[in-house]
Structures are given as C-alpha cells and as structure tokens.
C-alpha cells in the first residue's frame, strides 16, 4: 500500500479530520494555560536577540495545545488582568497577538533602558502598567489624565520604545526592539509553510517537520514554528497512527 492510501487508511480507521486539534506535549485540562505559555517561552530563541529581548509567545500557538480556545482566551485575560501577562498587537496581523510575562517584560525593557535619561519616565510608565492594566493601547487622555504623564514624557516613552504609534492622539503598547523578531518571525513561518508545501501530497507528519533542521530562513526552533502554524490554522490536521499529519491549506 502507498504511503498516502495508508495514511488515508489511518485516518478514517483512527479519527475524523478536524481543523488543529492538539496531541501535543500537553492536552486540555492536563495543565493550564500559564504551564503552557511556559512550555512555548522554552522554545523562543533568546540568543537569536542577544537576550534583549523577553520571550514572546504567540496567543494562537497556545491553541495547538488546547481545543477550546474560549478557556485559552478567558484565562489569558484572567493572567493580563492580575498583572502577570502583557498582550501586544504586532502590526503585521490584526489577529497576531503576541504574550509576554510582565516581569520578564519589566526585566528586559529596563535593562535596555539603563543610563538613558527615559530611563524614569520609563519606570513611571512600568510601575502603572504592570499591577494590572490590561490595555493594548493608550489614548492622549489616558495617558494625560489618568497616568498623569505629560507631553514630553510620552515622547520618551515612544523614543524608548515601550509605545508605538497607532494613529494621532493614541499608542500601542510595544515590545522594545522587536522588529526584528517580527522580521524572523515571518520569514520563518512562511519557509516552514513551504516544506510542508514542497512535502509529498503537501503534508508532513508533524514529527517529521519538527525534526528538520533549520535553515538561513528559520531562525527560530521548529516546534516554534509548528506551534504557530497549526494553532494559527495555517495546516489542516490529520491523526493517524503514525501521529499528526500536517496538510498544507491552500
């Protein structure tokens, strides 16, 4: 029998196609969301960034490990909400929000800000954002009469890069020096999409994938990369006795 007629035989003899369901290294109720966020920070690629930057995790990936994406989002809100979790918006998706811890966020952004004059300002900004604002941007108002931050100060802070302009008057809140991670980011995804593209059929069992190495066009780990494509539905998921069969979606 042919590889694809026996993979088609395990499908049908073993479960139903379903859009990515996770079999991953961790199944719904067996940990919660924060053991799964740091699950996925392990695989971001601190050295890529010479430690400058916190690890970041996007929300979709962590719905390669669980199938309701309603409690992933409810408990995301519930780790923003009591300060342990920053939310970001990261411009080349309006679906791609990207999570980082807010101490390792704290750590990171001030490091970087050591023996800058932004460096209280930056301190003030840290100090209301993190005990629990949940917010991912910031009108002129907000920031003048409910942080009490003034013209100048808002423009040390989007100098040190902890905001970014989202249109007059109004800021996202950002990830200092991130660019780059955007950058890799999606050169990367869009080179793992290709293999599973260019694979035989267009679909790759995911143990396969992952143990590709990488290439001048994947910086980060492939379990990474995974994680993103399947809880962004970019691959259909199969199961099968052989395990997960990732299938490109046109």
């Known amino acids: 029998m042919s590889r694809k007629r026996a993979l088609i035989a395990d499908t049908f003899c073993l479960t139903k196609r379903r859009r990515c369901a996770a079999d991953s290294e961790t199944a719904d109720g067996a940990a919660d969301v924060r053991s799964s966020l740091q699950y996925l920070m392990t695989l971001f690629s601190r050295k890529l960034f010479n430690d400058s930057l916190p690890p970041v995790v996007l929300k979709h990936q962590l719905y390669s490990l669980h199938n309701d994406k309603t409690l992933v989002d409810k408990q995301v809100n519930e780790l923003r909400e009591n300060g342990e979790l920053l939310m970001f918006q990261l411009g080349f998706d309006s679906e791609a929000f990207a999570l980082v811890f807010a101490e390792d966020y704290r750590t990171k952004v001030l490091q970087g800000e050591a023996g800058r004059e932004t460096l209280g300002t930056v301190e003030k900004f840290l100090a209301k954002l993190i005990p629990?604002?949940?917010?991912?941007?910031?009108?002129?108002?907000?920031?003048?009469?409910?942080?009490?931050?003034?013209?100048?100060?808002?423009?040390?802070?989007?100098?040190?890069?902890?905001?970014?302009?989202?249109?007059?008057?109004?800021?996202?809140?950002?990830?200092?020096?991130?660019?780059?991670?955007?950058?890799?980011?999606?050169?990367?995804?869009?080179?793992?999409?290709?293999?599973?593209?260019?694979?035989?059929?267009?679909?790759?069992?995911?143990?396969?994938?992952?143990?590709?190495?990488?290439?001048?066009?994947?910086?980060?780990?492939?379990?990474?990369?995974?994680?993103?494509?399947?809880?962004?539905?970019?691959?259909e998921c199969i199961q099968t006795t052989s395990g997960t069969l990732l299938r490109y979606v046109d």
């Open 132 to 235: 629990g604002c949940s917010d991912l941007s910031f009108n002129k108002e907000k920031m003048l009469n409910e942080f009490l931050f003034t013209d100048r100060e808002i423009t040390q802070l989007v100098k040190s890069g902890v905001l970014t302009v989202r249109d007059a008057g109004s800021w996202w809140l950002s990830i200092p020096n991130s660019g780059k991670f955007i950058k890799y980011f999606i050169k990367g995804r869009k080179a793992v999409l290709g293999m599973v593209k260019k694979s035989r059929y267009g679909e790759i069992l995911r143990t396969e994938l992952e143990e590709r190495r990488t290439t001048s066009q994947v910086q980060f780990q492939m379990k990474y990369h995974v994680h993103d494509i399947m809880g962004a539905e970019l691959v």
